[in-house]
């Protein structure tokens, strides 16, 4: 007998212990509420986690989980997606784990264009091991690791995910709780390698990157955006006086799992493996 399915599905009984008023609280509500939107099933749905305060994500999340460790989420995510391409499966991170030692792995993941979500939290520290300079600390922050200041120029998420030609780019702020659940849905529903960049202020370690500072600089990518115009998203990842918040970039192209059955189909023809190997003579 089947029991409809409630923002309550898809919670655990185990209660989330970020800090009081981080970041990423803001964005597991909205990830439930899309996961509601999209009907997923619990039983046919997989997060797999990184290292660091994100990565405890698939422990409040009433779904199977997979708590790797730093920097492999992303990986062991297409791996699953590869072997079983009907889960609904999502990468979660955060920016030390997912743009530091885990950053190579992006852009491999975006040439194949595995069906999954990726969702990087960022709050542009290292929180879980108390403070220290992440990929994204903006100069000349002062941390643990650079207590006269931060000397290294930060990365710029956004324009690198445009330029590795992800076939769905957004960028979201976990104070705006509402959007990022149109965000998050529309990344489920993309076919397609989705990346969903979170702005996730840590509220303790973090006090020069605060809620303040996104509320003044963030702002909704106007209505008539082409999110098919990939010259007019990189524009827009580039802007320096605005942190704009929405979809990007989209397009719709063909998967790896699709690719992968188009050649099994052809390759099917031959009868035995002396019939294939006389087709290379």
Sequence with gaps: MSTELTVA???TDLKPIWCPGCGDYGALNPFYQAMLDCGLQPKDTVIVSGIGCSGRFPYFCNTYGFHGVHGRALPTAAGMKMASPHLNIFAVGG?????GIGGGHIPHVA??????VYLLLDNSIYGLTKGQS????????????APYGYIEDPLDPLAMYIAYNISFVARGFSGKPKQLRELFTQAIRHKGFSMVHVFSPCVTFNK?????????LVKELPEDHDAGNRIKAMEYALDRSTLWTGVFY???RPTIHERVVDIQNRAGRFKDLNELLDDFR
């Design 134 to 145: 992440s990929p994204t600390s903006p100069l000349p922050m002062s941390s643990k690791t």
């Design 208 to 216: 020069q990157v605060t809620f303040k500072t996104f509320n003044e």
């Design 9 to 11: 599905s898809y919670k």
């Design 95 to 99: 920016d030390g784990d997912g743009l």
């Design 111 to 116: 040439r194949k264009n595995v069906d999954l």
């Design 250 to 252: 989209r397009e719709e």
